[in-house]
Structures are given as C-alpha cells and as structure tokens.
Nanobody
Framework: QVLLVESGGGLVQAGGSLRLSCAAS????????MGWYRQAPGKQRELVAR???????YYADSVKGRFAISRDNAKNTVILQMNSLKPEDTSVYYC????????WGQGTQVTVSS
C-alpha cells in the first residue's frame, strides 16, 4: 500500500515561512502528478499547487509569488516552500499524488497567527 507522509507543519506568525515535505514509500514508479491541497474548517478542500513529473507547475492564484513547489523524482518527495504566510493560509495541508489512482497523505496543520 502506497504511503504519503507529510511533515513540516506548525505555528508561525504572519509574514513567516514554513516548508512542507511529503515522502512517498512502498512504490516502484514515479507519480505523474504530486501536489498539495488544503482544507480550512467549514470550507472545501482546494488545490494549492501541483507539479508534474516533468516539472510543470501550477499554483492557485491566492499563493502565486509566495509559495514554491518542487519535487525529487528519485526520492519520490514533494516540497512546498511557503513564504510571506498570511492568517488565511491557516488550514490542514494534504499531500496528493496521482498514478492511475489518487493517493493522499494524512494531513498536517498549518496555523498562521496575525
């Protein structure tokens, strides 16, 4: 069974930075797409950023210029560098990967205080 394990969440003041990591295990292939979603209380889960195996990236408008996504195909990891964080970025962040099926991590809490 494929496992996606996130790390790097926490509490930070507005304007600060956090780096989320997601490592996949028990796989012998490269995911077509890896990315990050987030879900705040009472809101729908939304796409934050994603990256293809070829390095093509997509960002939600709300994070463009502040977040950067990268991946290491050899290690099956994806990183989300979050800078200039705002209180509205507070959410549970989920790692996501796709290869025929969709795979999800357990989520990591990011809290940005004002």
């Amino acid at each position: 069974q494929v496992l996606l394990v996130e790390s790097g969440g926490g509490l930070v003041q507005a304007g600060g930075s956090l780096r989320l990591s997601c490592a996949a295990s028990r796989i012998s292939f490269n995911f077509d797409i890896m990315g990050w979603y987030r879900q705040a209380p009472g809101k729908q889960r939304e796409l934050v950023a994603r990256i293809t195996s070829g390095g093509t990236t997509y960002y939600a408008d709300s994070v463009k210029g502040r977040f950067a996504i990268s991946r290491d195909n050899a290690k099956n990891t994806v990183i989300l560098q979050m800078n200039s964080l705002k209180p509205e970025d507070t959410s549970v962040y989920y790692c996501y990967a796709r290869y025929s099926n969709d795979y999800w991590g357990q989520g990591t809490q990011v809290t940005v205080s004002s």
